[in-house]
Structure formats: structure tokens, C-alpha cells
């Protein structure tokens, strides 16, 4: 199994910075594809970013051009650097971790708890 740990939300205003990081442990040998997703209130989860063990990424178009998704292989650990942030920004970011972007992009594999971004107008 694997556990994700998330940090780095919180509240900001538009057109402000945020980095979201997710650690994780346990089975991470079997982990081939991480990244993050959101929720916002009343919304279905969406896919916001993934990275794959080959360095690959992809972002929704929603965010192209202000978040960039990272890792550190040593601190088994992902990032979401998120810049020029909006309202409509303002959700739920959860990490997910998979054995494959096949996985990731069917949302099964393990889950963070979650952590809260707010972006004020």
C-alpha cells in the first residue's frame, strides 16, 4: 500500500502563489504515475496534473501555463506549483498515486486527504 501525505493549501489572493506537496511512502516502488486533482463544491473531482516515472506531464487546459506539477525521486515527494491563481481555482486538491496513467486517469490507486485551496477575488 501507499500513503500520501499533502501539504502547502491554504488561502490567497487572485493573481497569488501556492505550492502543494504530497509525500509519499510505503509501496512506492509500484507508484508509475502521481499527480493531483480537484474538487470544488457542488463539482464532480477533475484531473489538474500527473507526472510519470518517465518525467512525462500533463495538465488540464484549465491550468496550462500557471501550475507546473515536479518531483523530488530522493524525498519521494511530488509538487504543484501553482501561479497567477483564481477563484475559480478554489477546491479540494487531492494527490493520487497509481501504477500507471491508465490507473491515475481512472482515479483508482491511493489518495491523499486532502488539502484545502481558497483564492479570494
Known amino acids: 500500500q501507499v500513503q500520501l501525505v499533502e501539504s502547502g493549501g491554504g488561502l490567497v489572493q487572485a493573481g497569488g502563489s501556492l505550492r502543494l506537496s504530497c509525500a509519499a511512502s510505503?509501496?512506492?516502488?509500484?507508484?508509475?504515475?502521481m499527480g493531483w486533482y480537484r474538487q470544488a463544491p457542488g463539482k464532480q473531482r477533475e484531473l489538474v496534473a500527473v507526472?510519470?516515472?518517465?518525467?512525462?506531464?500533463n495538465y488540464a487546459d484549465s491550468v496550462k501555463g500557471r501550475f507546473t506539477i515536479s518531483r523530488d525521486n530522493a524525498k519521494n515527494t511530488v509538487y504543484l506549483q501553482m501561479n497567477s491563481l483564481k477563484p475559480e481555482d478554489t477546491a479540494v486538491y487531492y494527490c493520487?498515486?497509481?501504477?500507471?496513467?491508465?490507473?491515475?486517469?481512472?482515479?483508482?490507486?491511493?489518495w491523499g486527504q486532502g488539502t484545502q485551496v481558497t483564492v479570494s477575488s
Open positions: 510505503g509501496s512506492i516502488f509500484s507508484i508509475n504515475a
Open positions: 507526472i510519470t516515472s518517465g518525467g512525462s506531464t
Open positions: 493520487n498515486a497509481a501504477s500507471g496513467v491508465v490507473s491515475f486517469y481512472s482515479q483508482r490507486g491511493s
